[in-house]
């Protein structure tokens, strides 16, 4: 099955130790979106990727960065983590601007990793 | 700011009864709707999309979206104890070429058996 894949699932890092979460998918979608969700609130998107192109929400602290080296891989790079940082981590794929389908930009979100910070 | 805003709930309904969710939102800019299911510490799962005013059914679910009034709803027919879940209302708009997602906070759905 077609899917989106989050690893690890539980991440458990120290105050300050720089930390990598990984997405991976396989329904060829040429978006994916990097979301944080605290608990009892709505998941805030961190960013996107379309295709290659980097967009970053304004209001995403310089401490969150994103890589995409190619179309299934996606990851979320957190430098310096702070004990704010602790939240569940959700990627989610889409197809993007140049399908004409509206139900194209619907939105497939992974199992999300749990960040603890300690 | 763009703002959706749902009732946090919790909303109990009995088994088998209809359970009705609403969704108001800021952003007439807004171009998609969509209802995830959300069980606690699972990740949101799609369960109806619409797009234009008037009703959309699938199965036991329908959404209703009506863009004067900007309201947003899903009623869930004959409802099941696995029903249970917190209902994550969001809008979404095109930007950088992806579908941005504005989330409501979501309300919690209890079905009694």
């Known amino acids: 099955d077609a899917m989106v894949i989050q690893n690890p699932r539980y991440q458990v890092t120290q105050f300050g130790k720089p930390v990598t979460l990984s997405c991976s998918q396989t329904?060829?979608?040429?978006?994916m979106y990097w979301y944080q969700q605290k608990s009892s609130q709505a998941p805030k998107l961190l960013f996107h990727?379309?295709?290659?192109?980097?967009?970053n929400e304004a209001d995403t602290p310089d401490n969150f960065q994103s890589r995409r080296p190619n179309t299934s891989f996606c990851f979320l790079d957190i430098r310096s983590p702070g004990l704010g940082d602790a939240a569940m981590y959700l990627c989610?794929?889409?197809?993007?601007?140049?399908?004409?389908?509206?139900?194209?930009?619907?939105?497939?979100f992974g199992p999300g990793t749990r960040l603890t910070v300690t | 700011q763009k703002e959706v805003e749902q009732n946090s709930g919790p909303l109990s309904v009995p088994e088998g009864a209809i359970a009705s969710l609403n969704c108001t939102y800021s952003?007439?800019?807004?171009?998609?709707f969509f209802w995830y299911r959300q069980y606690s510490g699972k990740s949101p799962e799609l369960i109806m999309s619409?797009?234009?005013?008037g009703d959309k059914e699938d199965g036991r679910f329908t959404a209703q979206l009506n863009k004067a009034s900007q309201y947003v709803s899903l009623l869930i027919r004959d409802s099941q104890p696995s029903d249970s879940a917190t209902y994550l209302c969001?809008?979404?708009?095109?930007?950088?070429?992806?579908?941005?997602?504005?989330f409501g906070t979501g309300t919690q759905l209890k079905v009694e058996l």
């Open positions: 989610a794929t889409s197809w993007g601007r140049h399908k004409s389908l509206k139900s194209s930009y619907e939105q497939y």
């Open positions: 329904l060829n979608h040429n978006v």
């Open positions: 990727y379309y295709d290659k192109d980097f967009n």
């Open positions: 952003d007439r800019g807004s171009q998609s």
């Open positions: 619409i797009y234009s005013n």
């Open positions: 969001a809008g979404g708009g095109l930007s950088g070429g992806g579908n941005k997602l504005t």
